[in-house]
């Protein structure tokens, strides 16, 4: 880090008040240092570990969260602000919807029209911002996912757009655009897509959950049973198996388009080799997880509670000080 702490010794306390304040105290003499910033030295690069490894440190992530659980409104409603305008300005972009993420975010909290873009553009906008409050509910129930739940994610993106295609599953055949890639025949689709929902609700939930999410989008997607639409509603069914377990929103960066177009025609055109797009998810969830401890963690609220992870934190912090000296 480019800056030490000037004690050589950090205040060990195993009071989670007393850790919170230690880790507080550190980062006002250390205003140039963000605590995402600090997670990161923390934890181990991404690139040096095998996915069983990437996967145990995303545990640990979570573990640490989930002792600042339940999270408090103010701390819920800044996060879904953060997220639900990324979310949508990705996801759409990655489906060649023009419109920024700053004017994303002006659709969506000031309802404004944005000059030079379609109308669809706009509806697109709001249509995905209703599918995530819709997967945020079906998070919190206890009931399983399957078909009818995908089909109403599906309606609620394209209900003001193609109404007539909201929800139904396509009627002729279709191939992947830029690829040799043939979608399952349209009379499959019924079959297919009740065989996938027997999947999520008997094998998904023996699998990592990660996994189980990165899996899940790679079936759907592959069997692509609506005509269009299917790549964002493929990302919100992944994020609401994610967010079932306890994991954070994962983000698949509009910049990342052509590396996650390339992982899915790797897994298409090799036997079904998710590895690729496995580690785009894995990615994508480890920066939300640092993103959300860093401002739950730095949070008011949060002073009572996260003894696990304001140990760890202020044990490295102890650690750096000593090399310092």
Same mark, same amino acid.
């Given at each position: 880090m480019s800056q030490r702490s000037s004690t050589s010794s950090l205040d060990l306390c195993p009071n989670a008040v007393k850790l919170y304040d230690t880790a507080l105290r550190w980062l006002k003499s250390h205003p140039s240092q963000r605590l995402d910033s600090v997670l990161l030295e923390i934890l181990a690069p991404i690139e040096t570990m095998d996915t069983a490894a990437q996967l145990a440190q995303l545990d640990q992530l979570k573990r640490w969260l989930d002792s600042f659980r339940p999270l408090p409104p103010a701390i819920l409603e800044e996060l879904k602000q953060r997220y639900d305008v990324r979310f949508?300005?990705?996801?759409?972009?990655?489906?060649?919807?023009?419109?920024?993420?700053?004017?994303?975010? &002006?659709?969506?909290?000031?309802?404004?029209?944005?000059?030079?873009?379609?109308?669809?553009?706009?509806?697109?906008?709001?249509?995905?911002?209703e599918a995530i409050n819709y997967i945020e509910t079906l998070a919190q129930a206890q009931a399983p996912i *399957?078909?009818?739940?995908?089909? /109403?994610?599906?309606? &609620?993106?394209?209900?003001?757009?193609?109404?007539?295609?909201? *929800?139904?599953?396509? /009627?002729?055949?279709?191939?992947?655009?830029?690829?040799?890639?043939?979608?399952?025949?349209?009379?499959?689709?019924?079959? &297919?897509?009740?065989?996938?929902?027997?999947?999520l609700a008997a094998k998904a939930p023996n699998l990592h959950p990660v996994i189980a999410a990165t899996e899940a989008h790679y079936r759907?997607?592959?069997?692509?049973?609506?005509?269009?639409?299917?790549?964002?509603? *493929?990302? &919100?069914?992944?994020? =609401? =198996?994610?967010?079932?377990? *306890?994991?954070?929103?994962?983000?698949?960066?509009?910049?990342?388009?052509?590396?996650?177009?390339?992982?899915?025609?790797?897994? /298409?055109?090799?036997?079904d080799d998710m590895g690729p797009l496995l580690e785009i998810v894995i990615r994508a969830v480890r920066e939300s997880f640092v993103e959300t401890l860093a401002l739950v963690a730095s949070a008011a609220d949060s002073r009572s509670k996260g003894q696990p992870f304001y /140990?760890?934190?202020?044990?490295?912090?102890?650690?750096?000080?000593n090399q310092s000296d």
């Amino acid at each position: 880090m480019s800056q030490r702490s000037s004690t050589s010794s950090l205040d060990l306390c195993p009071n989670a008040v007393k850790l919170y304040d230690t880790a507080l105290r550190w980062l006002k003499s250390h205003p140039s240092q963000r605590l995402d910033s600090v997670l990161l030295e923390i934890l181990a690069p991404i690139e040096t570990m095998d996915t069983a490894a990437q996967l145990a440190q995303l545990d640990q992530l979570k573990r640490w969260l989930d002792s600042f659980r339940p999270l408090p409104p103010a701390i819920l409603e800044e996060l879904k602000q953060r997220y639900d305008v990324r979310f949508t300005y990705n996801s759409n972009a990655i489906e060649g919807n023009t419109l920024t993420q700053s004017e994303t975010e &002006l659709v969506l909290s000031k309802g404004i029209t944005i000059g030079g873009k379609t109308l669809a553009e706009h509806l697109e906008v709001i249509g995905h911002e209703e599918a995530i409050n819709y997967i945020e509910t079906l998070a919190q129930a206890q009931a399983p996912i *399957g078909e009818w739940e995908i089909r /109403q994610i599906h309606n &609620l993106i394209l209900r003001k757009i193609s109404p007539a295609e909201a *929800g139904q599953y396509r /009627q002729l055949d279709v191939k992947a655009a830029g690829t040799e890639y043939v979608y399952p025949p349209h009379y499959q689709l019924p079959e &297919l897509m009740s065989e996938f929902g027997g999947w999520l609700a008997a094998k998904a939930p023996n699998l990592h959950p990660v996994i189980a999410a990165t899996e899940a989008h790679y079936r759907f997607v592959s069997i692509h049973p609506f005509r269009d639409g299917n790549g964002r509603t *493929g990302r &919100l069914l992944m994020n =609401l =198996l994610l967010m079932k377990a *306890g994991f954070p929103i994962a983000i698949i960066a509009n910049q990342q388009r052509q590396a996650y177009i390339e992982a899915l025609v790797q897994g /298409q055109s090799s036997q079904d080799d998710m590895g690729p797009l496995l580690e785009i998810v894995i990615r994508a969830v480890r920066e939300s997880f640092v993103e959300t401890l860093a401002l739950v963690a730095s949070a008011a609220d949060s002073r009572s509670k996260g003894q696990p992870f304001y /140990q760890e934190l202020v044990t490295f912090l102890n650690h750096e000080a000593n090399q310092s000296d």
